[in-house]
């Protein structure tokens, strides 16, 4: 399997798995109705970890332009596959998030809040200041890559890897996803907005076209932030 077409598979996984435990907790009628952000939290950490599980063989499972940009800055990833791992993962995203459309299709007409139909798809800030929103992504970013690179760097067996990387992301969503629901990756969010902006969704108001800038480059300079550091502190 070719490597680009890993990341598409593994990043559409990732939607699938983690905007279907948004869709599942927050929708209407659906049993999930209302189990809450520690449900949410856990269903992301174990889509990142099944995911991983999927195509870390054939990609290294990046399944994020944060990391893949900070991957290369670090001189671990080559420049030649740069744009085509960022596409990839770009345009799984937008698949997983029309799958997720889909197999609620049901539960859309009954849910009334606009709000909380755009949930499901892209991050939305608990309190709206955008210079704060962008530094909260900014830093939990870079705990992230910081993390992978601790993780890279201590040779853990590769059957353990995506459980720890599942493990770590459940950690940044119950420590620093309060604030903006931790996007820490601008596909998992762009592409998803970009869905639910094209799909015929009854009553889903406005994509917030507006905030969407912020879990794109947030992750972005926390990317890079988090890949320099690990060099000034460790190399």
Request: aromatic share 14%; hydrophobic share 50%.
């Amino acid at each position: 399997m070719s490597p680009y077409f890993a990341e598409f598979l593994g990043t559409m996984l990732l939607i699938i798995l983690g905007g279907g435990v948004n869709a599942g907790v927050s929708l209407k009628e659906s049993k999930a109705e209302n189990s809450g952000w520690l449900v949410i939290v856990l269903g992301w950490g174990l889509a990142v970890t099944l995911s991983v599980y999927a195509v870390g063989r054939i990609s290294q499972a990046h399944l994020n332009p944060a990391i893949t940009l900070a991957f290369y800055v670090n001189n671990e990833f080559p420049k030649d596959q740069v744009i085509g791992y960022i596409l990839a993962q770009f345009s799984g995203a937008f698949t997983g998030a029309v799958v997720v459309w889909l197999f609620y299709y049901l539960h859309w007409k009954g849910t009334k809040s606009a709000a909380t139909k755009l949930g499901v798809f892209c991050t939305a800030p608990a309190i709206r200041s955008v210079w704060i929103n962008l530094t909260c992504e900014v830093i939990a970013t870079t705990i992230l890559v910081l993390a992978l690179l601790f993780i890279g760097a201590n040779n853990f067996a590769d059957g353990l890897n995506p459980l720890v990387i599942g493990g770590l992301i459940i950690s940044i969503g119950l420590s620093l996803g309060g604030t903006t629901g931790f996007a820490i990756n601008p596909a998992r969010d762009f592409s998803p907005r970009l869905a639910h902006f094209i799909l015929p969704i009854p009553g889903k108001g406005s994509s917030d076209w507006s905030y969407s800038w912020v879990p794109v480059v947030g992750p972005f300079i926390g990317g890079l932030l988090g890949s320099w550091l690990f060099n000034f502190l460790f190399n």
